[in-house]
């Protein structure tokens, strides 16, 4: 399993939690997952071309990734970061 730490502005998705485990062999896939059980979550972070969105930054451990097709280790960790704005 991946261990995956989800931003505040999703958590509305994973019922309040902050931190879910999914399964899955990329990027991708992981998302996948977590939108079986969290419908509309994927759609958030992803968009209908299936490319992360810009406000939105993946981090597969320490790296920063910019594709669904970025390999993900069992044990591992994803990230997600939604971006700060304002003015």
Do not use: C, N, W
């Not at 071309?49 to 993946?58: A, F, N, T």
């Not at 790296?63 to 097709?69: A, F, G």
């Amino acid at each position: 399993m991946i261990q995956v730490s989800i931003p505040s502005q999703l958590i509305a998705y994973t019922g309040g939690a902050t931190r879910v485990e999914a399964a899955g062999a990329t990027v991708g896939a992981v998302l996948s997952d977590l939108d079986d059980r969290y419908p509309g979550l994927k759609f958030r972070v992803v968009d209908e071309q299936d490319r992360i969105r810009r406000h939105m930054r993946i981090f597969v451990g320490q790296d920063e990734v910019k594709s669904l097709t970025v390999p993900v280790r069992d044990g591992g960790e994803l990230l997600i970061f939604g971006a700060l704005s304002g003015g």
